[in-house]
C-alpha cells in the first residue's frame, strides 16, 4: 500500500493517509478506520489523554447528515475552563446543550426526559374507578405517622434521591390534593348554598314577624 505509512515533511503522520493533515491522520476506505489500545493484564489504567494548554474536545461527525450549524452532525465533547460540556457545532455562548461543573451542578439547554421509574407511585391512577382513595382524613393520619407524604417516602436531608421516582411520586400526591381540594370545594359550595337558603328563611321570618307586629300595633290603638 503506497499510503500504508507515509511522514510528511512536517512532522505529520499518516496511516493509510498520502497527505496526513493532522499529527496523526488514519484514513480507511474498507470500513476498518479505526483505532484500538488494548491493555490485557488486570489493573485499572487510564488510557487515553488529551491535554492542551486551553480549550480541549473531540469531536464525533456523522458526515452522512448534512453540513450546517445545529444540524447534529458533529457533537463536540470538551473541557472548557473546568467545565464538561457538550455541544454540537459551531456551539458558541448560549448555545451549549449540556454544561457540568466540578460541584456537580448540570445546565440543559433543552428538556429532561426520563424513561425509568417516573410513576412510580401511581400518578394518574388515582383517576381510576377502582383506586381505594383514602379520605380527607385517613391521609392527614397517615401523613402525620409517618412524617412525609404517604406516597411519596421519606426523603433523608442531603441524601442522593431518584428524581424520577420521586417526581412521578410528587405527581401523584399533588393529584391526591387537588382531588381533596375539589372534595372541599363541593363541600363549601353546598355550605354556602345551605347559608342562603337559612337566609332566605330568615329573611321570611322577620317579614311576617314585622308584619305581625304592625297588626298587633294597629290592634292596640283601636
Known sequence: MTNALRIANDGNVGLGAGVPSVGLHVQRGDGNGA???????????????????????????????????????????QNQAGTFRVTTAPGGPGEIEMI??????????????????????????VFSDDYDLPTIAEHQAQMWAAGHLPNVGPTVENEPINVSD???????????AHIY??????????????????????????????RLEAAVTALSAE
Open 35 to 77: 483505532i484500538l489500545i488494548e491493555e490485557t493484564s488486570a489493573g485499572t489504567l487510564g488510557q487515553m489523554t488529551l491535554r492542551n494548554n486551553g480549550i480541549t474536545f473531540f469531536t464525533l461527525e456523522d458526515t452522512s447528515i448534512a453540513a450546517g450549524d445545529n444540524t447534529g452532525r458533529a457533537w463536540n465533547f
Open 100 to 125: 457540568l461543573t466540578p460541584a456537580g451542578d448540570m445546565t440543559i439547554k433543552g428538556s429532561l426526559t426520563t424513561g425509568g421509574g417516573t410513576c412510580g407511585g401511581g400518578c394518574d391512577a
Open 166 to 176: 420521586k417526581l412521578g411520586r410528587m405527581l401523584n400526591e399533588l393529584e391526591h
Open 181 to 210: 381540594i375539589g372534595q372541599l370545594h363541593d363541600r363549601l359550595s353546598e355550605s354556602e348554598t345551605e347559608k342562603a337558603d337559612l337566609r332566605a328563611i330568615i329573611a321570611d321570618q322577620n317579614a311576617r314577624l314585622a
